[in-house]
């Protein structure tokens, strides 16, 4: 039977410094009008959730979602274009 302390050296090849690497903050702020754009969502949301929505209420939501379905739209067309570089044959 190993001893833990055998494995150690394994499983702590990589010390964890507790930041974020470049690579995830790139990702990060490459989300980043995608999290902005729900958050904006959610506000409209809480703000209806103890009241019936007003009709301006409702266009704020609406409003909302198509800025995160545009967002997410942008940023799956931009990855597909970083994934296939070159256009199609």
Do not use: H
């Not at 990702?27 to 929505?53: F, K, N, Y």
Request: charged share 25%.
């Amino acid at each position: 039977m190993k001893s833990i302390a055998a494995l150690q050296a394994i499983v702590m090849a990589t010390p964890f410094d507790g930041e974020p690497s470049n690579a995830e903050l790139d990702a990060i702020e490459t989300e980043m009008p995608l999290i902005l754009a729900d958050v904006d969502l959610l506000d409209a949301q809480i703000m209806t959730i103890d009241r019936t929505p007003t009709e301006l209420d409702q266009q704020r939501i609406r409003r909302a979602r198509r800025r995160v379905l545009a967002v997410r739209r942008d940023l799956a067309n931009r990855t597909a274009a970083v994934a296939a570089p070159g256009g199609a044959a």
